[in-house]
């Protein structure tokens, strides 16, 4: 059983700031100098694939996860996704407040404490471009708050201040039976969906420019069962937890099993009624290849209409894990409308 644990940063502006459009790249790639300068113990390692110390580094665990044994390659699903802010203005002077969001995937919820404690690093390392009035560094930032928020139900609690010297322990987090309950609520016929970030969705070796259900759906099934197999609570569960599966799959709070139908088929007569998506080209500088790389993708709302009933769990699941290329800096975020 997947379990997903969600946080809302509120910063407030120092020096004069300015943000990409899009930027969950700059996001992640601060978090990852701040957790690199504060934690790794072997930073002469070119990588954390070739640190002898990357099973048991929280470092590893966060920016790099890795598993020999991943039929697919080393590298596995990071453990977290970055929100980042969706304001129109991306220009903010001394004092204004821009918020961002973390979303951390079942057990890795234990390095919360690795994360809070990057926050110094995370403010002296600045955000964004280099601006002249800031005499050509970043814009500098202080985080006044965390709160941890439930994305289902609106709850919102704060577990970190400014100054505060420990961490509270979430009071809450998102659990199957959440995802259970609001898919229940969703049309069975009609259902929009609001992409708010740029979402970069390949099939079959293809760059998907004009969305179809087939293709959005067998992506998050993959995601999904992916994200359940690294960070879920029970292995011997999760393969079969997941919707969509052909087998029985469990209920984790009943124990009940259910036929599960075949999701390409069903998914295949899923018709788009609308398509308000536009495509937003967006590069993303990667560290690790010393290059710039295309992140960009659609963005809109899109209306799919057919019989969607054996997909409102996945769809909702959609919403806390997001789904295509570049996840883990934000894209792919939507939402569901009616």
Request: aromatic residues 8%; proline residues 6%.
């Amino acid at each position: 059983m997947l379990t997903t644990y969600h946080f809302l940063f509120t910063a407030q502006v120092v020096s004069p700031l300015l943000l990409d459009d899009h930027s969950g790249a700059s996001l992640r790639g601060n978090f990852f100098e701040a957790i690199w300068k504060r934690f790794c113990n072997n930073k002469t390692s070119p990588s954390c694939a070739d640190c002898p110390l990357h099973s048991l580094c929280p470092v590893s665990a966060l920016v790099a996860p890795l598993r020999e044994e991943n039929p697919r390659g080393r590298d596995i699903p990071r453990p977290y996704i970055i929100l980042p802010p969706l304001e129109t203005s991306h220009m903010y002077a001394p004092g204004e407040i821009f918020t961002f969001g973390i979303t951390l995937f079942g057990s890795i919820i234990q390095l919360l404490p690795y994360l809070v404690m990057s926050v110094k690093g995370l403010e002296e390392n600045g955000l964004g471009h280099r601006l002249a009035e800031n005499g050509g560094q970043r814009g500098t930032f202080v985080i006044k708050q965390i709160e941890a928020y439930h994305p289902l139900s609106g709850a919102r609690h704060p577990i970190y201040q400014k100054g505060q010297a420990s961490v509270q322990v979430p009071p809450f987090s998102v659990s199957e039976s959440d995802v259970v309950a609001k898919a229940s609520t969703l049309s069975t016929e009609k259902l929009t969906l609001d992409f708010m970030t740029p979402t970069r969705i390949i099939d079959q070796d293809q760059l998907v420019r004009q969305l179809t259900f087939r293709s959005l759906a067998l992506r998050l099934k993959e995601r999904l069962r992916s994200l359940h197999a690294e960070y879920g609570q029970d292995s011997a569960m999760q393969q079969s937890t997941i919707p969509g599966q052909q087998e029985g799959s469990v209920l984790a709070e009943t124990g009940e099993k259910r036929q599960e139908p075949d999701i390409v088929h069903l998914a295949a007569s899923i018709t788009c009624q609308k398509d308000a998506t536009v495509w937003e080209d967006v590069k993303s500088y990667s560290r690790r290849q010393h290059r710039f790389t295309p992140v960009g993708g659609f963005m809109g709302q899109i209306t799919f209409v057919g019989d969607l009933e054996p997909f409102r769990e996945l769809l909702t699941w959609g919403e806390l894990i997001h789904v295509g290329k570049s996840a883990v800096k934000g894209n792919g975020w939507y939402r569901i409308i009616g």
